[in-house]
């Protein structure tokens, strides 16, 4: 059974960095992608970062770009969210999620993706 499991979440202050790992079990992902996606109280679920395993392509929200980073993680077989520069609005409910599905870039549809996390809290303050 394949798990996703996000950690790293938190209470920060503006201006404050911080690094979401995603960690899978159950199963190894060589190939498809990886993404992140996010769900801020009252709005709806949008994507945020995703990542091709086979290649290591990413693609970042346009809002985001100057301020977070996807990368994947070998030896703790993990795939992080870089977070710098954090702002009230970033408050969300961070999930993680999974497909085998192979793109020539990942995709940020959260229709594409087969698995998800249970998700970590991020709360920034300002």
């Known amino acids: 059974q394949v798990q996703l499991v996000e950690s790293g979440g938190g209470l920060v202050q503006a201006g404050d960095s911080l690094r979401l790992s995603c960690a899978t079990s159950?199963?190894?992902?060589?190939?498809?992608?990886i993404g992140w996606f996010r769900q801020a109280p009252g709005k709806d679920q949008e994507f945020v970062a995703s990542i091709n395993l086979s290649d290591g392509r990413i693609a970042i929200m346009d809002s985001v770009l100057d301020r977070f980073t996807i990368s994947r993680d070998n030896a703790k077989n993990t795939v992080d969210l870089q977070m710098s520069n954090v702002k009230p609005e970033d408050t969300a409910v961070y999930y993680c999620a999974a497909t085998s599905k192979v793109a020539v870039s990942p995709l940020p549809y959260a229709s594409w993706y087969d698995y998800w996390g249970q998700g970590t809290q991020v709360t920034v303050s300002s």
């Open positions: 159950g199963r190894t992902f060589e190939s498809g992608a």
